[in-house]
């Protein structure tokens, strides 16, 4: 079954540096790869995601890029805020099965 | 207003005593799936559903069974609990996983201490 292992677990940025965390995947058969957000005693909430068709996607100071020929994507938040201080997960998933999570990555922004 | 709802929140109970945690939608969706979440472990999928009647299992299903006779409805079962299954619950919905149109919509959790 598909594996996703994420890295780093824990990250510490100084306010307004960027911050990348990465995951890779096993099975060349996934398709779909999406990031979710939980904050401290919240829900997990999908921040950004990125199907295999594509190679990059961004949205303001988020942008997530695939690498389907290593089967690795990762995060990558520039200008970073005391709020994206979080957990962030990284998914794949193959369509029509289950969803493989990544362990999280503890980000913390300092001011 | 578009959400997922689980209940209860929190539970505590006791070795063997049977509970269910439910979970409601009403977004009209599809999929629905039932997560763990343990400290350094991340969110692990115990079952999931892909429409009505048609359950599968995750990762970790052990322990658990899930039934899906209404669309908006998937509710969470422990037959007989053990203090292994302590754990922060998540169930999920989506409109469909297929042609990777996944994004996943979270209920708030709850909170499952056995003792």
């Known amino acids: 079954g598909e594996n996703v292992e994420q890295h780093p677990s824990t990250l510490s940025v100084q306010e307004g540096d960027s911050a990348v965390i990465k995951c890779t995947y096993s099975?060349?058969?996934?398709?779909?790869f999406p990031w979710y957000k939980q904050e401290l005693g919240k829900r997990p909430q999908l921040i950004i995601d990125?199907?295999?068709?594509?190679g990059e996607k961004k949205d303001q100071r988020i942008a997530v890029t695939l690498n389907k020929t290593a089967k690795h994507f990762s995060l990558h938040i520039t200008e970073t805020q005391p709020e994206d201080s979080a957990v962030y997960f990284c998914?794949?998933?193959?369509?029509?099965?289950?969803?493989?999570f990544g362990a999280g990555t503890r980000l913390t922004v300092k001011p | 207003e578009a959400q997922v709802t689980q209940n209860p929140r929190y539970l505590i109970t006791v070795t063997g005593k049977k509970l269910t945690v439910t979970c409601s939608q009403n977004?009209?969706?599809?999929?629905m799936s039932w997560y763990r979440q343990d400290p350094g472990l991340g969110l692990r999928q115990i079952y999931y559903?892909?429409?009505?009647?048609?359950?599968d299992k995750g990762d970790v299903p052990e322990g658990y069974k899930v039934s899906r006779k209404e669309k908006r409805n998937f509710p969470l079962i422990l037959e007989s609990p053990s203090p292994n299954q302590t754990s922060l619950y998540f169930c999920?919905?989506?409109?469909?996983?297929?042609?990777?149109?996944?994004?996943?919509?979270f209920g708030p959790g709850t909170r499952l201490t056995v003792l």
């Open positions: 999920a919905s989506s409109l469909t996983l297929t042609s990777g149109k996944g994004t996943q919509y």
């Open positions: 990125i199907r295999s068709n594509v």
């Open positions: 099975d060349s058969a996934s398709n779909y």
């Open positions: 998914a794949a998933s193959k369509g029509n099965n289950d969803m493989r």
């Open positions: 977004m009209n969706h599809e999929y």
């Open positions: 559903s892909m429409n009505v009647e048609v359950t």
